[in-house]
C-alpha cells in the first residue's frame, strides 16, 4: 500500500481567506436596558414583553401573581367551583365550598 499527501485542507483554506479581512471591520457592541436591546451607532431594539395569562384579582380563588393579562378565569364568592358554590375565601388559595343542594338523608 502507499501513502497520499493531503492538497489541502477545508478548514486551512477558509483561513487563508480570512486573513484577507479588513483591520476597520467594526465589532457590534450590544448592552440591554429594562426591554430595550442597544447596539452599535445608537440604534436599539425594543423587546417584546411576554403575555403571562391568568387571574389578575388577587381576592380571588385562583389568582396567579405571575399574570400580566387577566384571562377572565377569576372565581370568587358565589362562582360555583368543582360542584358547589364559594362561600369563603381564605385570600391563600384555600376557601370554602357549598353543595348545591340539600345533602341531607330523606329517610
Avoid at 479581512?21 to 440591554?32: N, R
Amino acid at each position: 500500500m502507499g501513502t497520499t499527501d493531503f492538497m489541502s485542507v477545508p478548514y486551512s483554506l477558509h483561513a487563508k481567506t480570512a486573513a484577507n479581512g479588513s483591520t476597520t471591520d467594526e465589532l457590534q457592541t450590544l448592552s440591554i436596558s429594562g426591554e430595550t436591546l442597544f447596539i452599535s451607532n445608537s440604534n436599539y431594539i425594543i423587546l417584546p414583553t411576554p403575555t403571562l395569562l391568568g387571574c389578575m384579582d388577587s381576592t380571588a380563588a385562583n389568582y396567579d401573581p405571575n399574570a400580566n393579562t387577566d384571562d377572565g378565569s377569576c372565581i370568587g364568592i358565589g362562582d360555583t367551583y368543582q360542584g358547589g358554590i364559594i362561600f369563603y375565601l381564605d385570600g391563600n388559595g384555600g376557601g370554602l365550598i357549598a353543595a348545591p343542594s340539600d345533602q341531607g338523608n330523606a329517610e
